[in-house]
């Protein structure tokens, strides 16, 4: 796929003099504008591969308006220019402005050259530290969406999830009262409530959830 660039920056002088730099290095600049609602405006007829932005203030905001343009433009990858170099600073621009690059604020030409490579190549440059500490995030999260589907499973009683086992294998109502031997009628009871419990639309999505949550596995266990 062809490179295509846009620069969103407030000093014309500097959007200039990187759109200059950039055709020096065979990067072709497509787009100068002074805030994203501008390129935001003109996504449908010229949309960038890679947009190089100002770290605006407040920076809350201004990473806000870039999640809402990644909403818009999820191929477009964002490389956040003149971002201060605090470690809490940079993740917020990863988790908040969803960017795939930055440059720190007493960053040089050469940087903004090898982080725009890098980012092209589907790389990214960090720190060694700044790399731990997104890896510590992420387990962080992890942790968090483990525990939180861990006590959305821990609602259902033993019975519900005997059958939410056997939902996962495709049995009906009928099979699962004749292995079980309770009433059918029972079995839709615990269906019901199932379904109301974990917030779930119908038996599809409940052995879908069963799956992609690792419950089966877990549950078989028991057995074991």
Do not use: W
Request: net charge neutral; hydrophobic share 40%.
């Amino acid at each position: 796929m062809e490179l295509s660039i846009a620069i969103v920056h407030h000093h014309r002088l500097l959007r200039e003099a990187l759109a200059l730099g950039l055709s020096q290095h065979a990067f072709p600049v497509i787009r100068q504008v002074c805030d994203i609602e501008q390129l935001s405006g003109d996504v449908d007829h010229t949309c960038p591969n890679v947009v190089l932005a100002e770290a605006s203030h407040p920076l809350e905001k201004c990473l806000e308006c870039f999640s809402r343009f990644r909403c818009i433009a999820p191929e477009c990858k964002v490389i956040m220019l003149g971002v201060p170099d605090h470690d809490d600073t940079i993740l917020a621009c990863i988790e908040i402005g969803g960017v795939s690059g930055y440059v720190v604020e007493d960053g040089s030409f050469d940087d903004v050259i090898r982080t725009v490579r890098a980012v092209c190549a589907g790389e990214t440059i960090c720190s060694p530290r700044l790399a731990n500490l997104a890896f510590s995030r992420i387990s962080m999260l992890s942790r968090r969406i483990v525990s939180a589907r861990t006590l959305e499973m821990g609602c259902l009683t033993l019975r519900e999830q005997d059958i939410m086992e056997a939902i996962e294998r495709g049995l009906s109502n009928k099979e699962i009262a004749a292995e079980l031997k309770i009433e059918v009628s029972t079995v839709k009871n615990h269906v019901h409530n199932i379904l109301d419990k974990l917030n779930l639309q119908n038996r599809r999505s409940a052995a879908r959830y069963a799956k992609e949550h690792g419950f089966v596995a877990r549950h078989r266990s028991r057995f074991s």
